[in-house]
């Protein structure tokens, strides 16, 4: 499946939204046209795969990136962790103004709830397990943590903005992200 991610991707990238046919994508990655549509019957269900694979993908590498981290104060890995969300790390899935226009397309309410409750579940206990963090974080605040860095990289890709300014909006999220973790660790 990566694989298909991959040549879909590149496809996309390269030649735009509308070249990322079935043919396309078997020519780029070597697999027969058949064999993609016996997992992804048209466009629509490639682009639903690739959201869901997206979401796996960043649980994974929030997972590996707080664990290679672990030595670190909890403000360090906050801000890590609101990079990768926010999609501005070096292995984060490739999303772009189009693709996440196109979302509500190929994503009904459920499986945008889904997406969203994977990453949060993903994020709570790891957030949770942080030692020096001054105490727990409930389950809604994370919630809150997580929808806010999301949107506002959705929103970010909607403004077309350029990598300095994107950075400069990390900054202030993970600021955001303090104060409201802290908030809630001290009650």
């Not at 639903?48 to 981290?69: F, K, M, P, S």
Request: contains cysteine; aromatic residues 10%; hydrophobic residues 40%.
């Amino acid at each position: 499946m990566q694989a298909i991610y991959d040549g879909f991707v590149r496809i996309w990238r390269r030649d735009g939204p509308a070249a990322t046919t079935t043919r396309a994508i078997a020519a780029e990655t070597g697999y027969s046209v058949g064999t993609i549509y016996d997992y992804f019957p048209n466009r629509t269900a490639l682009l639903a795969g690739y959201y869901e694979h997206c979401i796996d993908r960043l649980c994974d590498q929030l997972v590996a990136t707080d664990t290679a981290n672990a030595h670190r104060p909890w403000r360090a890995r906050l801000t890590l962790l609101v990079q990768q969300l926010y999609g501005h790390s070096p292995n984060s899935p490739y999303f772009d103004r189009e693709m996440l226009a196109r979302e509500s397309l190929v994503a009904n309410a459920g499986r945008q709830q889904h997406a969203f409750e994977r990453c949060s579940g993903c994020v709570y206990p790891l957030v949770n397990a942080w030692p020096d963090l001054p105490g727990p974080v409930p389950k809604r605040t994370i919630d809150t943590l997580v929808q806010t860095v999301w949107g506002s990289m959705r929103y970010a890709h909607v403004l077309d903005r350029d990598p300095v300014t994107a950075q400069a909006h990390i900054e202030d999220l993970s600021l955001m992200a303090r104060a409201l973790l802290l908030s809630v660790a001290d009650d």
